[in-house]
């Protein structure tokens, strides 16, 4: 028996834009993702000699064909028309669920990833990432990581260069918010600031993090914070200690502060342990 281990990292929505509702009901979207230093830890062992399973420590999340690891799961094999008995994946979380930080995504495309390697890379990545849009509209980003522009469903990826270091202070509230509700929402109010993310592409290209921080923008923040008073509370402490940007991510509801400086960064963190228990500390990755 042999155990593979992949490191499945949270992402963060650097720029969010809905271009509009298409005809499969999913949505047309523009967006600069980046994967963060928050990991799940997935191992998988290979050969078991027993028919094939998924745990979780964490409670809560499912460990059937609703986690999207499971998807991931059948997929590949279907794809490969082999059986994937003898597999046991295990998930350490570390995600927060609900957050706009493609949790589920993340380890769907680390299972993915580890399978892939292990069976001798009969998949390209780009056709990894192709198998991951059928599981969800996140994966295929998940996949591959790093910076990228994502447009279509999610599922278009074009990698941009680096993001200039900095750290981010990553705070999820405890409001969960319904995905599926925030974006038939939007769809009934006017969007009156989107994000420009030609010029987020340029300032990735100048490596300038000052112009990066002032073209972070996602459309369904304002939609958010209208409703959830408690978001523009979280961003006032982020911008008072020195946040050079600060936004939710996704569908939210975790919202993340960019900064440049170390101490910035203790000091936010540290307020905002006070109040709320899910708080981060990242570095693009
Ligand atoms: O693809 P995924 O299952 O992650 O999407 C969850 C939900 O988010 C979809 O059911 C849909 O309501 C919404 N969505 C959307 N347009 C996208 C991605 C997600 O409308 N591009």
Redesign the pocket.
Known sequence: MVTLYEKAYAKLNLTLDVLGKRAD?????CSVMQTVSLWDDVEIDVGTGKPWCLKCDAPGVPCDERNLAWKAVKAFFEELNRDPDGLEIRITKRIPSQAGMAGG?ADAAAVLRALNRHWGEPLTLEALADLGSRI???VPFCVVGGTCMCEG??ELLRRLPDMPDCIFVVCKPEFPIS??AL?RKIDSVAIHEHPDNRAMEMALAAGDLEKVAQNVFNVFDPVVSAEHPELDAIKSVMREYGALACQMTGSGSATFAMVDEPLSAVAISGLLKKEYQEVFVCKPV
């Open positions: 009901g999913y949505h047309d979207l995504s969800g509209s996140d469903r999610g995905t599926p974006f």
